[in-house]
């Protein structure tokens, strides 16, 4: 059974399209992440919901709107796609809310966006 | 400034081998040290933690040791596997940052690569 998944695994779009990429976990869990690995492998968060509420929105472009229908979905959407977007975004989630690297993080497949 | 410098950058090695490597931080106040394994097309996956108090800690063939006076940690793969090869990650938790949470500083990671 996948724990964390992310649909879709690759995603080759124009600059200027909107886009989103949908993650889901099945632990369980009560907080979920948004992290950009760029083409340095450098990871960096974006976004941290706790039970459904915005608890980390670090420096990222109101470009990028997170949503959160449940505990256990929480969607990234991108308007007006950069050449700069391109890069492996990752969703992850941990048991609770005890503050980052308290608990154990675990990380989707991850998707490759594309922008040409 | 809060960094975490990781050597070298990339190793190859053979199969049966083993290898250490290395984790250097500047991260304060420190809270924990996280080693992550990716391998190529996945999301990380968390090794071990360690908390101030810890020295090592192990997890199968790896371990990891921490010196948290000289703010340095290693891991050591014992008797590698093809399957060990991937890129390891050094994560240190610090200073409290947006919503309570600790800041979480991530290295570059080492690309490691086992040969038969």
């Known amino acids: 059974d996948t724990a964390v998944s992310q649909t879709p695994k690759y995603l080759v779009t124009q600059m200027g399209n909107d886009k989103s990429i949908k993650c889901e976990q099945n632990l369980g869990h009560d907080t979920m992440y948004w992290y950009k690995q760029d083409s340095k492998k450098f990871l960096k968060i974006m976004f941290s919901?706790?039970?459904?509420?915005?608890?980390i929105n670090e420096t990222v472009p109101n470009r990028f709107s997170p949503k959160s229908p449940d505990k256990a979905h929480l969607n990234l959407h991108i308007n007006s796609l950069e050449l700069g977007d391109s890069a492996v975004y990752f969703c992850a989630s941990s048991q609770h809310n005890r503050g980052l690297g308290a608990d154990t993080q675990y990380f989707g497949p991850g998707t490759r966006l594309t922008v040409l | 400034k809060n960094q975490v410098e990781q050597s070298p950058q990339s190793l190859i090695i053979l199969e049966g081998k083993n290898c250490t490597l290395q984790c250097n931080y500047t991260v304060s106040p420190f809270s924990n040290l996280r080693w992550y394994k990716q391998d190529t097309g996945r999301g990380p996956v968390s090794l071990t933690i360690?908390?101030?108090s810890e020295n090592t800690k192990s997890n199968g063939r790896y371990t990891a040791t921490l010196d948290a006076d000289t703010k340095q940690s290693s891991l050591h793969i014992t008797a590698s596997q093809l399957s060990d090869s991937a890129s390891y990650i050094c994560?240190?938790?610090?200073?409290?940052?947006?919503?309570?949470?600790?800041?979480?500083?991530w290295g570059l990671g080492t690309s490691l690569a086992v040969n038969p």
């Open positions: 919901y706790n039970n459904k509420e915005l608890i």
């Open positions: 994560v240190v938790s610090g200073p409290v940052g947006a919503g309570n949470n600790r800041k979480l500083i």
């Open positions: 360690m908390t101030f």
